[in-house]
């Protein structure tokens, strides 16, 4: 604790967060955190620019942990370990009265681990659950010894914490329900969606490491649907870091999508989409909230998916279908991820078939299931946070 202009005790907390979408989270967290107690208090840690403009000054840049997949962890490991290691150095210096850890469960489990063997007084919030749920449950139990309370995005993580003896969990619900209105089409978008040509999204996934694994595939599918008699509009929203990349994987193409840039133009993108070819991910999530119908896909290297083959606990993958409770998505996955299998499920998905309105009935239950009142996500994830600042200067 330090004090602030007002003669009043701030609270210090430290943040972690080496993702942009984490870094995001961080962001609407320290706002209404500001909006809730002022100058009385004070935030370090790490985070990238969402987070900079709130007043974090990062410890080291994010980018520096910019990386994906088993094999490449592998490779950069001691620059890892030593970012661990400066990074619990700066907690245990700044003694926070919180420590907020933000997903990267890799990276900042690791993080917590440590700081709660060096300093056990520390709180430690986990933003963001690792998917227990899905592949090493065993994990959950473990972190009843270093997490005080875990805020999940996902409306089922709760009930899944209880089963597996996990810490404490409150869903706090995902950002994404507070972007529906960018999500939705108005009436004249709603006409292009409905209108023919179909348009037909293609996301072959938001890293490098994805995108390599998903052009070549992805480009014969949609060969495979044109020779077939299908008339589509092709559009491939991605991001500016990720454009060369894109480009050079659709320049072999036959099929010429139409390359949106910036997260402006995917939304607007998904408003108009009648269909989507997509990598699984959040991305599915948001094409459930939007009400695309969609064929999934995942491929990877094989050393991850060695390993993900022999922990995976779930029947599905994709985002979509575990918060729905139903495996209306297709996907298809490693050795399933063929230009034959997708050039089939797509032709499905654009015409009205039963698979697509199976799609289209069950996204219209995501509303009710993901609801968290009138409440936005940071605000709830406020509340505990402060909750547990007030418990712990009365125990402390």
Known sequence: MVGSANGRVARKIFLIATEESGDRLGAHLMKVLRQRLGDAVRFEGVGGLAMAREGLKSLFPIEELSIIGFSAVIKQLPKVLRLIRQTVGAVIGTRPDMLVIIDSPDFTHRVARRVRARDPSIPIVDYVSPSVWAWRPGRARAMRSYIDHVLALLPFEPEEYRRLHGPPCSYVGHPL????????????????????????????????????????????????????????????????????????????????????????????????????????????????????????????????????????????????????????????????????????????????????????????????????????????????????????????
């Open 177 to 396: 329900t507070e972007q529906l209105g960018l999500l939705r089409p108005n009436n004249e978008e709603n006409a292009r969606r409905n209108g023919a040509p179909p348009v037909l999204l293609v996301l072959p996934g938001s890293r490098r490491g994805e995108i390599r694994h998903h052009m070549t595939v992805f480009g014969e599918a949609l060969d495979r649907l044109k020779a077939g008699a299908h008339e589509f509009e092709l559009i491939l929203p991605t991001m500016p870091h990720l454009l060369k990349e894109v480009r050079e994987g659709a320049g072999s193409w036959k099929v010429i999508p139409r390359i949106v840039v910036g997260e402006q133009e995917k939304r607007a993108a998904f408003r108009i989409a009648t269909a989507a070819l997509a990598k699984s991910g959040t991305v599915t999530l948001e094409l459930a909230l939007a009400d695309v119908p969609m064929v999934t896909a995942y491929r990877t290297g094989a050393l991850e998916a060695f390993i993900l083959r022999r922990t995976l606990t779930v029947t599905s993958v994709i985002l979509a279908n575990l918060v729905i409770g139903e495996n209306a998505v297709p996907e298809f996955l490693q050795e399933n991820c063929t230009a034959e299998k997708l050039a089939g499920a797509l032709g499905e998905v654009l015409s009205d078939s039963p698979m697509r309105r199976r799609q289209l009935e069950a996204f219209a239950r995501i509303d009710g299931i993901m609801s968290t009142g009138n409440q936005p996500p940071s605000v709830r994830a406020a509340d505990i946070v402060l909750a547990m600042l007030r418990k712990s200067r009365k125990t402390g």
